[in-house]
C-alpha cells in the first residue's frame, strides 16, 4: 500500500445506481468489524479512522459517488490526512512555491543585469523546503499506512471487490 503520491486514489465502477451504492456501503461498515466510521453526504462518503485510535498522520478515504449510466455507478475514492493536515501541506507548497518563483525571478533579473543574484539562492532554500515538505508527507504517509490498510480493505469487503490504488 506504498505510494509515491501525495494523495493515492482509485476508481472503481460498481454495477448499482449511486443511492444503492451509496446506502450499501453506510449500512455495511460495522465500527466494531472495519474498525472505521462513515460520514455520509449526498453523493459524498468519508471513511476515517475513529477517534479512539486517530492520530495525526491518521488517513481518511473520502469516497465520490457518481453515476455513468446503465445503472453503473463511479466511486473514486482518494486516501489522504485529515482537513487541517492536508491544509498545513498545500499553504505550505503555496507559499514556498511563491517564493521560489518570485525568488527565481529576482536572481534572474540580477544575474541579467551583472548584479550579484542573492535570490537564487533564496530559489534554492525553497526548492529544499518544497522537497522536505514532500519527503515529510511521504513519511507520514509510511506512519498511516496500516490504517490506510484497513480503510481499503473495509472498502473492498463491503463493496465485495478488489480495487487496485494507483
Known amino acids: 500500500m506504498s505510494s509515491f503520491r501525495v494523495r493515492p486514489r482509485f476508481e472503481h465502477i460498481v454495477p448499482l445506481d449511486p443511492a444503492t451504492t451509496q446506502r450499501r456501503i453506510t ?25 479512539s485510535d486517530h492520530h495525526f498522520w491518521s488517513p481518511r478515504l473520502t469516497l465520490s459517488i457518481d453515476p455513468v449510466g446503465d445503472g453503473k455507478t463511479r466511486i473514486s475514492g482518494i486516501y489522504g490526512p485529515n482537513a487541517n493536515v492536508w491544509s498545513l501541506f498545500l499553504y505550505g507548497y503555496l507559499i514556498t512555491g511563491s517564493i521560489a518563483v518570485f525568488a527565481g525571478c529576482i536572481g534572474l533579473a540580477q544575474h ?42 473495509a472498502y473492498e469487503s463491503v463493496i465485495g471487490a478488489s480495487v487496485e490504488i494507483r
Not at 474498525?35 to 477517534?51: D, H, Q, T
Request: glycine share 8%; net charge neutral.
Open 112 to 153: 541579467l543585469i551583472g548584479q550579484t543574484p542573492w535570490g537564487l539562492w533564496i530559489l534554492w532554500v525553497s526548492l529544499a523546503a518544497i522537497a522536505a515538505l514532500y519527503i515529510t508527507a511521504q513519511f507520514g504517509q509510511k506512519i498511516g499506512a496500516r490504517q490506510t490498510f484497513l480503510l481499503h480493505m
Open 27 to 51: 449500512e455495511n461498515i460495522d465500527p466494531e468489524i472495519h474498525r472505521c466510521e462513515v460520514k455520509n453526504f449526498p453523493g459524498y462518503l468519508a471513511l476515517r479512522i475513529p477517534e
